[in-house]
Structure formats: C-alpha cells, structure tokens
C-alpha cells in the first residue's frame, strides 16, 4: 500500500450526496472525492454504453478579462487562442520555458476579452499564480481565480445527450464537440459545454455551488431511464486512459515536454511567443529523443505507473499510466520510448515487479468511440 | 461476515486448515479494498513458501496487492478458473480459493487470528 496521501481540505457542494450515495471517498489533489459509487467496471461500462454523472467540482477556473485578454492567454497557453471564436473551447497547455508541462487546461472564449481557464485541481493556486506572473506586462488584461463560483458537472456517454435535452430549452444539437452554449438546465444557470475527459460524447455544465444539489438530483431522475449512472475518480482514470487522454501530473509533468507527449497540435507554432516556445520550436527541428506511446500488453500482468519499459535487456523507458481497461478488457499502458522505437509493432517488455512481460506499441487511441 | 472455519492473518489473507493441507483465499474487506479484481497471479504447484512469504499478487482495475502465505508450505493446486473469471473473487471472496498447500507443520498456526479477532482488525 502506499503511503496515506495528505487529508483532505475540500468538499465540493456535491459532497453529502456523493456519501448518502454510498460512495467511496478518497483525497485527491486536497479534495475528498468519489472514487466510486459501486464499481469502478461497472461505471466504465455505463459510460460507454448509456451515460455517467461525474462531479468535477475539484477542477480550477481561472478567468482572464481585460482589452489586451487575448494577448494575455496567447502567453501563457500554447495554443492558438486567436483561433478561437466566442462560444468556442480548445485543448492546451501551461507550458514551462523548458516547453515542458505545468498544466494541461481547456481555454473557453466566453466573450471577445474574456477567457475561462479550466485547469487540474492539484494546480489552482499554483496556476492561478503562474498564469497572474505569465501575462504581467502584457498589457490590460486580470487574472483571477473564480473556482468557487463554479460547481462543475459532466454527464459523459452516448445518451448524454438524451439526459440532459429534456432539461433545457438551449437546443443541444446545435452545441459542436468543443463548443459551449449558455442557458438553464433544470431551472439552473450553466454553462453548457460539449467537452469531456472520458472519450465520449458528453456535457460539462458550470453552475453556481448552490444550485449543485438541485442539479445532480434533475440529471439522476432524468438519467435514470437511461441507464446513467453515478461514476467517480476510479472510471474517469480508466475512460481517459483507454481514450488516450494525458493526465497532469503523470503522463505529463514538467519533465517532459508538448511535443515528447505528442501533443504537437496543441502548439500555436505561428504565435509570434509563448512561453516555451523558443524550446519547442529548437526540439521540433532537432527532434523529439523520446515519445508517449501506447502499450498492449502481449503477456498475462498489468504494467502500472513507474514501470520499467526494456528492450534488449536494458532500460529504454517507463510507464505513466496503466491499466486492464474495462471496455477493451486488455491491460494497456502509456509509456515513454526512444523515438527511434515508436512505431505500432515495436516489441518492448515491462517490467512487472520483477517479471518481465512482453508488450507491444499500439496506435493510439486505445479506444475511439463510433460516431 | 468472516466465517468461523478459518484463521486469518493481518494481511487479509483467510486460510481454510483441512487436516495437513489448506486452501487460501483473501477476505471480503480484502476484496472491498481493491475493488474490481482483474487479474490473479498464482504460483506454480510445487513451489515451497515460508509464512508470510509472497505467493502471488492481485491486481484490480485500480490497484495491485501483494498475496501472502499464511502459513509454510508446498503449493499442491492452484485455482485455474481464476484466470477467466478474476471477478469472482469479488462475488465470493470466502468461497474463492486460490491455492491449496500442504502444511510443513500442520500443528501449528502461530501468527494468525480467528474470525471474531480479524472481524475486530477491519471493524
């Protein structure tokens, strides 16, 4: 067993339900969390075939408002910002000047000079700070961490839609994937948005805390018929794993970089500066040493996080996240390989806690839901 | 909850003590603990294990555990139908054997604690 994590601080407005639930609560990044309601298989499965409510309220917003907003978050954030239009979300990163990660986040433009951050819990204060020393001198623009204004609810899965149309008047299929609308859901103002961590389609709705409750209680009765169902920490870990979707802090840190994590196209590589950006355009000329593949395992054993990756009997890389994946039932891994040895086919082995098991690069994603 | 025909060790392991041999499983807090159980990694039959010594791991979709063997002995049988179906130790962890041994002293059980003793332990 590992060392007990530090207790946790928060309870997001969601907590009393999350235990006259039933559920497991755990301490993450200093909130006390629903690993799971019943199983975390169990979960997965209704994810992927009907639909799951998540409570995601430990994630951090951050905004950043002001007539030079733009100019700010084209700073701080990898991405292309000005690609943007209102209404609008996109993938990125809180890159270091090294061009390694401090934090991957979703960047929404809510208005023309007004952007909302969406970060990792374990680092809201911290990117609350990094992005405040980021954009100082850029011009008029404010940061400011809003994360207690916000509950946050996703409801993930093919019947996402069908849960939470009959609550809203905004017509939700006019909302693209990585679009956002705003309106009430359930009598409560939201922001609707079309985005996920779970490799499905599906709803992340921004509420006032207090309204929280009077939301997830809406959702559950609609959901009901639809074979939703609650789901925790545990499932949201292995619906990303198998979607092939980085986790902070794990596949990606500050000791390996956008482009070794490949996630190059989250690289505005036109924006005149970022921060980082002299490193990542200096390492896509030299050439990435290393690179995030995907591992199937072709032996009976599960590779976990902090495995030794081999080949030719020696060390050539390790394990970032894995597990055996619900949906896909096969033990599957992300992992950092010489890049030379990247390629779908290429024969590794892992070391299990001193058993060597066989492995093979497999394009990702793991899983790719059918449209 | 923890049935009174066996001993248990602080490790969550139960052992069923049938003469000079025993079968071994985990407990239901064991179980509870993992969550969904995926995989069993058992021992060859012959394989000798000193108590306490490691004998196996189980991992759920969250987790991996190392398994110990309660008491010294020699594997004689290993549960095969818990490669395909891991899940049942989940559904019946006290009725889901994992290897049988046979005792290197069958006398005595040193260490270990009985039903109202383990149910104290994860009360």
């Given at each position: 067993?590992?060392?007990?994590?530090?207790?946790?601080?928060?309870?997001t407005?969601?907590?009393?339900?999350?235990?006259?639930?039933g559920?497991?609560?755990?301490?993450?990044?200093?909130?006390e969390?629903?690993?799971?309601?019943?199983?975390i298989?169990?979960?997965?499965?209704a994810?992927?075939?009907?639909?799951?409510?998540?409570?995601?309220?430990?994630?951090?917003?951050?905004e950043?408002?002001?007539?030079?907003?733009?100019?700010?978050?084209?700073?701080?954030?990898?991405n292309?910002?000005?690609?943007?239009?209102?209404?609008?979300?996109q993938?990125?990163?809180?890159?270091t000047?090294?061009?390694?990660f401090?934090?991957?986040?979703?960047?929404?433009?809510?208005?023309?000079?007004?952007?909302l951050?969406?970060v990792?819990?374990?680092?809201?204060?911290?990117?609350?700070?990094?992005?405040?020393?980021?954009?100082?001198?850029?011009?008029?623009?404010?940061?400011?961490?809003?994360?207690?204004?916000?509950?946050?609810?996703?409801?993930?899965?093919p019947?996402?839609?069908?849960?939470v149309?009959?609550?809203?008047?905004?017509?939700?299929?006019?909302?693209?994937y990585y679009?956002?609308?705003?309106?009430?859901?359930?009598?409560?103002?939201?922001?609707?948005?079309r985005?996920?961590?779970?490799?499905?389609?599906?709803?992340?709705l921004?509420?006032?805390?207090?309204?929280a409750?009077?939301?997830?209680?809406?959702?559950?009765?609609?959901?009901?018929?639809?074979g939703?169902r609650?789901?925790?920490?545990?499932a949201?870990?292995?619906?990303?794993?198998?979607?092939?979707?980085?986790?902070?802090?794990?596949?990606?840190?500050?000791?390996?970089?956008?482009?070794?994590?490949?996630?190059?196209?989250?690289v505005?590589w036109?924006?005149?500066?970022?921060?980082g950006?002299?490193?990542?355009?200096?390492?896509?000329?030299?050439?990435?040493?290393r690179?995030?593949?995907?591992?199937?395992?072709?032996?009976?054993?599960?590779?976990?996080?902090?495995?030794g990756?081999?080949?030719?009997?020696?060390?050539?890389?390790?394990?970032?996240?894995g597990?055996?994946?619900?949906f896909?039932?096969?033990a599957v891994?992300?992992?950092?390989?010489?890049?030379?040895?990247?390629?779908?086919?290429?024969?590794?082995?892992?070391?299990?806690?001193?058993r060597?098991?066989?492995?093979?690069?497999?394009?990702?994603?793991?899983?790719?839901?059918?449209r | 909850?923890?049935?009174?025909?066996r001993?248990?060790?602080?490790?969550?392991e139960?052992i069923l003590i049938?003469?000079?041999?025993a079968?071994?499983?985990?407990?239901?807090?064991?179980?509870?603990?993992?969550?969904?159980?995926?995989?069993?990694?058992?021992?060859?039959v012959?394989?000798?294990?000193?108590?306490?010594?490691q004998?196996?791991?189980i991992e759920?979709?969250?987790?991996?555990?190392d398994?110990?063997?309660?008491?010294?002995?020699?594997?004689?049988?290993?549960?095969?139908?818990?490669a395909?179906?891991?899940?049942?130790?989940?559904?019946?962890?006290?009725?889901?054997?994992?290897?049988?041994?046979?005792?290197?002293?069958?006398?005595s059980?040193?260490?270990?604690?009985?039903?109202?003793?383990?149910?104290?332990?994860?009360?």
């Amino acid at each position: 067993m590992n060392d007990a994590p530090p207790p946790a601080r928060f309870k997001t407005a969601l907590h009393g339900r999350h235990v006259a639930a039933g559920a497991k609560m755990v301490p993450f990044a200093g909130w006390e969390m629903p690993l799971q309601y019943g199983g975390i298989t169990e979960e997965h499965l209704a994810v992927r075939r009907a639909a799951g409510l998540f409570d995601v309220s430990h994630m951090g917003q951050i905004e950043v408002a002001g007539a030079d907003a733009l100019a700010a978050v084209q700073r701080v954030s990898t991405n292309d910002a000005g690609r943007l239009e209102v209404g609008q979300a996109q993938y990125s990163a809180l890159a270091t000047p090294e061009g390694t990660f401090f934090d991957d986040l979703l960047v929404y433009r809510l208005a023309d000079d007004h952007f909302l951050l969406v970060v990792n819990a374990a680092n809201v204060e911290s990117g609350f700070r990094w992005i405040r020393e980021g954009i100082a001198g850029v011009g008029d623009a404010a940061a400011v961490n809003t994360s207690s204004r916000y509950a946050l609810l996703a409801v993930q899965g093919p019947r996402a839609i069908d849960v939470v149309q009959p609550l809203t008047d905004v017509d939700l299929a006019a909302v693209g994937y990585y679009r956002f609308a705003t309106g009430e859901v359930a009598g409560v103002r939201a922001t609707i948005s079309r985005t996920g961590y779970t490799g499905e389609d599906g709803f992340e709705l921004f509420v006032p805390p207090q309204a929280a409750d009077k939301l997830w209680s809406a959702l559950m009765s609609a959901g009901r018929h639809h074979g939703m169902r609650p789901a925790g920490l545990g499932a949201r870990d292995t619906l990303r794993l198998e979607a092939a979707m980085r986790l902070s802090g794990q596949d990606i840190d500050g000791t390996t970089t956008v482009l070794e994590a490949g996630l190059g196209w989250i690289v505005g590589w036109d924006k005149p500066d970022f921060i980082g950006r002299e490193a990542l355009v200096k390492q896509r000329e030299a050439g990435v040493e290393r690179k995030l593949v995907g591992l199937e395992m072709a032996g009976p054993g599960i590779a976990r996080q902090g495995y030794g990756v081999y080949a030719g009997g020696g060390p050539v890389g390790r394990v970032t996240s894995g597990t055996r994946t619900p949906f896909l039932e096969k033990a599957v891994a992300l992992a950092y390989v010489p890049a030379a040895g990247a390629a779908p086919g290429t024969e590794y082995e892992v070391d299990v806690r001193g058993r060597r098991v066989p492995a093979r690069v497999v394009p990702l994603p793991f899983y790719k839901r059918p449209r | 909850m923890y049935p009174s025909d066996r001993l248990y060790t602080k490790d969550h392991e139960w052992i069923l003590i049938a003469g000079a041999t025993a079968r071994i499983g985990i407990t239901h807090y064991a179980q509870d603990q993992l969550g969904d159980v995926v995989y069993v990694e058992l021992p060859q039959v012959g394989q000798q294990f000193e108590q306490g010594a490691q004998f196996g791991s189980i991992e759920s979709v969250k987790a991996v555990s190392d398994l110990y063997c309660p008491l010294a002995g020699r594997v004689t049988e290993v549960n095969t139908t818990l490669a395909a179906a891991p899940e049942t130790v989940n559904a019946d962890p006290h009725g889901t054997w994992m290897m049988a041994i046979e005792l290197a002293d069958p006398a005595s059980a040193s260490g270990l604690l009985d039903s109202a003793a383990y149910a104290e332990l994860v009360k």
